[in-house]
C-alpha cells in the first residue's frame, strides 16, 4: 500500500463526547486490522490551570470541541473498496456525526497549512516571512492587529526570537500593562 496518500479530514463529532467517539474510532480500526489506511485520530487539547480549593489544578481542555481529526486514507489508490468501506465504518460510529464534506457527501480533506497549525508544527509566522526581513527591536513602538488588544499600541520591552514572541506594555485604561503576543499579532 505504498502508494497510498493519507490527508488529514474533519469528522464532526456529538460536543462533549469527542473522547468516547476518538476511542471507539480507534478500537473499531484496530479491530478490523485498518491501521494501514487509518493511522492517526487526535482531538487537539491545551492545558488551563484553574484555583480549587486553593490548589492550582490542570485540566485538558478541547481546542475544537464537537471535532475530531483523522488521518486517513480516503481517495486514490488501489482498493477503493476498503477506503469507502473506512468512511462507512466511522460515520457508524456512536457519538459522531459525519465527516466535513463536499455536497456530494465526498469528505473534504483538510489544507496542509491547517494541518500544520492545528499539530502545532510550524509556528504561523515562519510562513509570513516578514520578521526576517525587518526584526523587532527592543523600545520600538507597534501596533496590535489581532487578540484582545487589537488596535492598541504598545512599546516592546523583551524580545523572544526562538519562541516568537514579544512582551509589549501598552497603555489600558491609563496603567501601564505588559502583554505577550506572538509576532503575528503585531506590526510596526
Not at 132 to 141: A, D, K, N, S, Y
Request: hydrophobic share 40%; glycine share 8%.
Amino acid at each position: 500500500m505504498s502508494g497510498q496518500t493519507k490527508k488529514w479530514y474533519v469528522v464532526k463529532a456529538i460536543a462533549g463526547k469527542e473522547k468516547k467517539a476518538k476511542e471507539y474510532i480507534d478500537n473499531e480500526i484496530a479491530r478490523l486490522e485498518l491501521t494501514e489506511f487509518v493511522s492517526n485520530v487526535l482531538i487537539p487539547t491545551e492545558k488551563v490551570y484553574s484555583v480549587r480549593n486553593g490548589k492550582k489544578v490542570s485540566k485538558d481542555r478541547t481546542l475544537f470541541p464537537g471535532y475530531i481529526f483523522v488521518e486517513a486514507a480516503l481517495e486514490g489508490g488501489s482498493s477503493k473498496h476498503k477506503e469507502g468501506e473506512i468512511i462507512h465504518i466511522i460515520r457508524n460510529i456512536p457519538n459522531v456525526l459525519d465527516f466535513i464534506t463536499e455536497k456530494s457527501g465526498k469528505p473534504i480533506p483538510m489544507k496542509d497549512v491547517d494541518v500544520e497549525r492545528m499539530l502545532g508544527r510550524v509556528d504561523a509566522s515562519m510562513g509570513n516571512g516578514e520578521e526576517l526581513l525587518e526584526p523587532f527591536i527592543v523600545g520600538e513602538t507597534i501596533k496590535i492587529i489581532d487578540g484582545p488588544f487589537v488596535n492598541f499600541t504598545g512599546v516592546i520591552e523583551e524580545l523572544n526570537e526562538e519562541k516568537k514572541k514579544l512582551k509589549v506594555i501598552v497603555k489600558i485604561l491609563g496603567r501601564k500593562t505588559p502583554v505577550e503576543l506572538s509576532f503575528m499579532q503585531v506590526e510596526k
